[in-house]
């Protein structure tokens, strides 16, 4: 009937008040249109008031039918309808200043003023936004009293049932909940911006930070033999407490220079050289100094009785003394020329302290001093290198400048037929690039593991462009090159398999321990092991869903630091050994992605220490109770839920 009497008919599936609504004003003839009248198909709207709303075209942007206005209107209006109307439009007005009497659906409203509201709603909440927008935008408004019919036909899902009225109800709040906290929110960041760059707070908040970083790592400093001292724990806690709140107060700076940056990364870390390290770094030490005596340190325990004449004073305090070395062959290469030098714990820190220097400049130059506060003055970086003394500033050095690399390569391939004018900053052709990021790559895996998958994705990235063999090539050229030393009489032993540190130990893991709670018959040895597990749980289970990860992120994102850090998220929460230096692998990663995950775990990483407090006070095991999990991993999950709901602009997108 509409069609024959010479109407556009518009067919929209999509259930929704709002919905049918904007479909229609999608339409050649409304989008051309100077006015737009929205009315009820039902017959309860009084079209022949239409002439009423008409007449004050000129004077108003939004006119609107008020129901409450006639007697014929209010008998039609049931109690609940009454109320809401009179609710609703008590809360606009308390919350934008206009009164309203009706949130009637006969109206008309002026397209521009219609286009600038940029409604958003597609439910019942249509009515409710539109004029709770009017009211912010500053239209000219107007209510005419209009008569409420009765239906024509159909049966209401709103009027006449309870579930229908609270449904409504609940929309129109939750709508004006909304739409007013949008209102409120520039307006409270934008003073609490202004004040945070106020120059004495700006100042107050740099001088604070650095001084909070220098003297959280003064009192940490005396308390680092956690296993022989039962009271260096709590106390190293207040130490990296201090450095925490440095930390978090160096997130409200605007703006930071060059000096500033490099004087709060630099103290600290100078101040942790002498503090005692982690139990890792005689290990280091050891497998240098046996490899210069002609010894292989993956087919030599500690332990070993041929090894006995050449103990060193630290001999003791090595760690895992029945385990041969499970470090990747370049790191074993980088303990060699450091133990010929000197086997010293300072030597030692200073080449971990360069490499975590280096990564903070390579980072600063790309992002920006401001922004590399999150990885430069980070409490568990800061720790983990310079005090704890673990060598993953190695691997993570080349993981970082490759990645800085591959976003050179990956923003030309997007932009291929610019001129070479208007192409992204970068040196060196692309092909070049491609392959260099390769081999980068290939040295972080030669220095530790966890950056294969990262390889295998930027091959199957890039194979079309410079070719798998190359990239390939590239890319297992160092670890070919590092493994060399190592073999005799056709025998490489350099991968861990065999261990059974690796192959079954456990530390702070996230799913490990829900999974050997709920399918106890994974730590049966042997029913699902192969021939080199002894005994334990079976590590290698959780490799499995951890490969599916990576084929699906290879499938699915292109770029290399994205990939990147997410491949590491999910070896974060599936790995059954984790370390609160761990974490430290995300750090550089989040200085682009700004993640909040990150963020927070490196604050709630040193809940790890509770560990070897345990042992030193004899008060439990190598185990965290649930309580202590949460508090470490609660952190860490919430704050990546944060990031995926309320995603930053990724630094790494801005050339």
Known sequence: MAAQAGAQVISEPRRGYGQACWSGLQTSMATAAEWILFCDGDGSDDLSQLPDLLVGQDEFDLILG?????????????????????????????????????????????????????MTDRGFGWTVEMQAKAAGAGLRTHEIPVNYLPRQ?????????????????????????????????PSFWQRAILALQSTWVQRGLLWLSVLLLTVGSLWALPHGDFLN????????????????VGFVLSWGLGTMTRGWFWAGAIAPRLILLAMYPGDDIWRYMWEGHIQNLGFNPYLLAPSAEVLAPF???????????????????????GFRLLAAISPSVLLFKLSLVAADLGICQLLSRRFGDRAT???????????????????????????????????????????????????????????????????????????????????????WRRWQRVGAVTLMVAGLLPLALAILPFCHSGSCSVLPINSDFVTYGRSIALISPVVDDLWPRSLQP????????VQGPPNWIYALPLGLMVLWGMARWQSLGRFTERYLVVLMLLSPIIH???????????????????????????????????????????????????????????????SALWPVTDLSKRT
Do not use: C
């Open 526 to 533: 042997g029913w699902l092991q192969p021939t080199w597990f």
């Open 311 to 333: 103990r060193l004073t630290f001999w003791s305090q090595i760690n895992h003394l029945d385990h041969a070395a499970i470090y990747p062959p370049l790191a074993q290469l």
């Open 66 to 118: 008020n129901r409450r206005g006639t007697e014929l209107g209010r008998q039609q209006l049931t109690p609940v309808q009454n109320f809401g109307n009179w609710l609703a439009t008590r809360l606009i007005w308390l919350g934008w200043g206009v009164r309203y009497e009706d949130l009637g659906p006969l109206r008309l409203i002026r397209r521009p003023a219609l286009d600038h509201l940029a």
């Open 580 to 642: 609160a230096w761990y974490f430290t692998w995300l750090v550089p990663f989040a200085v682009a992605s700004r993640n909040w995950g990150t963020r927070l775990v490196s604050l709630s990483a040193f809940v790890y220490f509770a560990l070897p407090y345990q042992l030193a006070t004899g008060e439990g095991g190598w185990t965290l109770s649930i309580a202590q999990r949460f508090w470490l991993w609660g952190p860490f999950l919430m704050g990546l839920g944060i």
């Open 373 to 459: 506060l999150l990885y430069a003055w980070n409490p568990l970086v800061i720790y983990s290198f310079a005090g704890g003394a673990h060598y993953d500033s190695w691997f993570l050095l080349p993981l970082v400048a490759a990645w800085l690399i591959a976003e050179q390569v990956e923003a030309r391939s997007q932009h291929p037929r610019k001129p070479a004018w208007q192409q992204p900053a970068g040196n060196g052709k692309p092909r070049w690039q491609a392959t260099k990021t390769a081999f980068l790559l290939g040295v972080s895996i030669a220095v530790k593991w966890m950056s294969l998958p990262v390889l295998a994705f930027w091959v």
């Open 229 to 244: 001292d039962p009271t260096a724990v709590p106390l190293f806690w207040r130490g990296m407490g201090l450095m925490s």
């Open 153 to 185: 036909g159909g049966q209401s899902k709103i009027a006449g049932t309870v579930k229908g009225s609270v449904k409504a109800g609940q929309v129109i709040l939750t709508t004006l909940a909304r739409l007013y906290w949008q209102k409120v929110r």
